[in-house]
């Protein structure tokens, strides 16, 4: 492997202080792909200080905005060119095919674009002043120093949404990757330093999020820390970031509906609900897995479901005809059995799947069948709780405002869907869906353009679009008074 395997402090390639390393496996076959460095909190430490004295310097968050866009410019074609080795890398890293694997490297390098060109778009703007003979003006500031913690289902798409924005507008910053999928967030790292990113700006360390993530959320010289995960590490991570009240970016999970009304496209809506939940094994955090179809077609549509899912194809991502890859990891696969498990307990009827598969092939790998659960009712975890893997619950619904009722019954609000050839009723229903995201008649399409973001427990804040840069910048009201005089008060 072509490939440093280090951290990256202060423009510097480096080991562990501890000397401590991780391995690295497939999850197709769990054979070792790499050995990285384990960082400890006196590696983030050291790297917070770096990035602490980098933007203090004060020399980056000067550089006139249409430099640091060429820079995110420059990466952007760097990874164009090495877009091969780091979609290998990949998959290699989480099983993924690597046909996705592509498709995430082109949605990368798009993130890195936008945001170069947005990077010189917007100097402030002028108040007209109530005062006389005073001037007013509006000017975005980078926030500081940005600890941002990514997972590992899609490592590098989540790491590009957060590095270019920040390098974009002045900020200095300290990633962690999820500990299981470091390499292709080293890679781009190698590709940040050939594109010429002053030393301290951005830094990179390794290990888990008990030593390094909480070190990043708690330090009082971090600003802003951005996060994406799970709830439950959300919500530790709100509580250490009020050390110095941070301003602070949560992308969570979410247990997304998809809405079917019977006047639908039917193929469209069979082949939508099952890309919306099946691609990287249903491990996306806007997956579809909750499905709510109206009752007068829910017998016909869960057979047809029913029928493509029993011919999925599951193998490495390698395999040209793999549609299906793994889960992650052996403890992942449990979490999923588990989950199924209840769901059984609870009374869902399991139509499809429900267990690992037999084929002697992928008995090295972490793979689950793809499940289909019917006679799902609200109150049950299957349906309440973010399983993470390839498994759909279904609901039925007769009017259209049980149909949105059900949708939000949810701590959750990051995504749905809704079906239907009915636009104003889709127009309706979208309106009343409490998500970041409402797709009409399409599932799980996302583009650096539009922000992306949860209501409710799905988070706070926004990535991608202006919204995704003004997470980075502060906003700073400068008056003047151009004849100043005395009031003569006191
Ligand atoms: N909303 C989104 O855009 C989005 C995108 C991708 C994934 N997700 C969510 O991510 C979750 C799956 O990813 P995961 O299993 O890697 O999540 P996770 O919360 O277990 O880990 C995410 C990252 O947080 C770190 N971490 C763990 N404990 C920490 C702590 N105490 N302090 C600081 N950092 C800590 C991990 O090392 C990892 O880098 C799912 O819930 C999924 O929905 C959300
Ligand atoms: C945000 N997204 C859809 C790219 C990945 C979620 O897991």
């Not at 690295?24 to 050291?46: T, Y």
């Not at 006389?132 to 975005?140: E, F």
């Not at 590098?156 to 974009?168: D, E, G, M, T, V």
């Not at 809506?269 to 909750?290: K, M, P, Y």
Request: hydrophobic letters at 40%.
């Amino acid at each position: 492997m072509n490939l440093k395997l280090q951290q990256y402090i202060n423009g510097e390639w480096t080991n562990a202080n501890s000397g401590n390393t991780r391995t690295i496996i497939n999850p197709f076959n769990q054979e070792v792909i790499a050995e990285v460095p384990e960082g400890d909190e006196s590696d983030a430490k050291a790297a917070i200080a770096a990035a602490r004295e980098a933007f203090d310097l004060g020399e980056w968050s000067s550089t006139p905005a249409t430099e640091r866009g060429a820079f995110v410019r420059k990466i952007a074609e760097f990874i164009e060119r090495d877009k091969e080795e780091l979609a290998h890398l990949e998959s290699l890293d989480t099983g993924k095919t690597v046909e996705e694997s592509r498709g995430d490297m082109e949605d990368i390098a798009g993130v890195f674009r936008y945001f170069s060109e947005l990077a010189d778009k917007d100097g402030g703007e002028l108040i007209d002043s109530p005062i006389p003979n005073s001037s007013s003006k509006v000017v975005y500031e980078p926030v500081g120093v940005c600890g941002q913690i990514t997972p590992w289902n899609y490592p590098l798409l989540q790491a590009s949404w957060k590095l270019a924005p920040a390098i974009a507008t002045g900020n200095t910053l300290i990633m962690k990757p999820s500990e299981i999928t470091p390499l292709t967030t080293i890679k781009v790292f190698e590709l940040i330093e050939e594109a010429g990113v002053p030393a301290g700006v951005a830094n990179l360390v390794l290990g888990t999020g008990a030593a390094i993530g909480s070190e990043l959320s708690s330090s009082t010289d971090v600003d802003l820390i951005s996060f994406t995960g799970g709830i439950d590490t959300g919500k530790k991570i709100m509580q250490a970031a009020s050390s110095n009240v941070k301003n602070l970016a949560l992308e969570l999970g979410g247990k997304n509906p998809n809405v079917i009304f019977a006047d639908a496209d039917f193929e469209v809506a069979v082949d939508q609900a099952l890309n919306g939940v099946f691609f990287h094994a249903g491990q996306i955090c806007s997956a579809g897995t909750r499905l709510i179809v109206e009752e007068s077609i829910h017998d016909e549509f869960v057979q047809a479901l029913v029928e493509r899912v029993k011919n999925f194809k599951l193998g490495s991502g390698f395999d040209e005809d793999t549609q299906m890859g793994p889960l992650i990891s052996a403890e992942h696969l449990a979490k999923v059995e588990n989950y199924v498990e209840a769901g059984v307990k609870e009374g869902a009827t399991l139509a499809v799947g429900g267990k690992r598969p037999e084929d002697p092939e992928l008995q090295n790998g972490f793979f689950y069948l793809p499940t289909i659960f019917t006679d799902c009712t609200t109150d049950m975890s299957v349906v309440q709780e973010e399983g993470f893997g390839p498994v759909i619950t279904i609901e039925k619904f007769q009017a259209e405002d049980e149909a949105v009722k059900l949708a939000n019954d949810s701590i959750y609000g990051l995504a749905g869907g809704v079906f239907t050839n009915d636009i104003a009723k889709a127009e309706r229903c979208a309106a009343k869906m409490r998500m970041g995201t409402v797709w009409i008649n399409e599932f799980n399409l996302y583009f650096p353009h539009a922000p992306w973001g949860g209501y409710k427990q799905s988070g706070i804040g926004r990535e991608l679009g202006r919204l995704g840069m003004e997470e980075y910048t502060e906003t700073k009201h400068i008056f003047r008074n151009h004849k100043p005089e005395t009031m003569n008060w006191f």
